[in-house]
């Protein structure tokens, strides 16, 4: 069964930081990229960050660039996103995503990890 | 960047037809893909490609996309399609390729 595992959400205090991972498994995960993409509570969907499957193409939306970093690894068939200087504005459910190889779509969801950042 | 608009929500009785626009700057030169977000849920692809539809999607989700809309229909709505739907598109020329559109509600009455 193809499938996406996310884990390492929490609380944590405004200016730390965190570490999702996200699990692949049932496909070869080194041959899509892989996107996060988060929902702040009540609000729509935001795409968050991207990396290819060998982490030569890696983008971030203005809103977390300069403090997430998208990282991969294919051995481990594992996602990561580190977030530093974390802000009340993350809060969200994060997810990670499987992008099709051809038109780009996001075609297998996780179920999603909630961070909260609060004092 | 790119920017997709779509109604903020719309209401159809069971049975009748639900249409969803997502409105862009000649989208219809780009491949537009929807998803459906029940509550508490992850999102999942209703139809990708404009108007292609995963393996265990309904034939009551269908897609179209020319000029400057692209539109997401419904047919014979069932209480179950209550849900939020999102387009998508990949902007290629952008260092923010992955765009969501703004998100409708669909409400069964």
């Known amino acids: 069964e193809v499938q996406l595992v996310e884990s390492g959400g929490g609380l944590v205090k405004p200016g730390g930081s965190l570490r999702l991972s996200c699990a692949a498994s049932g496909f070869t995960f080194s041959s899509y990229s892989m996107n996060w993409v988060r929902q702040a509570p009540g609000k729509g969907l935001e795409w968050v960050s991207s990396?290819?499957?060998?982490?030569?193409?890696?983008y971030y939306a203005d809103s977390v660039k300069g403090r997430f970093t998208i990282s991969r690894d294919n051995a481990k068939n594992s996602l990561y996103l580190q977030m530093n200087s974390l802000r009340a504005e993350d809060t969200a459910v994060y997810y990670c995503a499987r992008v099709d190889r051809r038109y780009y779509y996001m075609d297998v969801w996780g179920k999603g990890t909630t961070v909260t950042v609060s004092s | 960047s790119y920017v997709l608009t779509q109604p903020p929500s719309v209401s159809v009785a069971p049975g009748q037809t639900a249409r969803i626009t997502c409105g862009g700057n000649n989208i219809g030169s780009k491949s537009v893909h929807w998803y459906q977000q029940k509550p508490g849920q992850a999102p999942v692809l209703v139809v990708y490609?404009?108007?292609d539809r995963p393996s265990g999607i309904p034939e009551r989700f269908s897609g179209s996309n020319s000029g400057n809309t692209a539109t997401l229909t419904i047919s014979r709505v069932e209480a179950g399609d209550e849900a939020d739907y999102y387009c998508q598109v990949w902007d290629s020329s952008s260092d923010h390729p992955y765009v969501f559109g703004t998100g409708t509600k669909v409400t069964v009455l």
């Open positions: 990396i290819s499957s060998s982490s030569s193409y890696i």
């Open positions: 490609d404009d108007s």
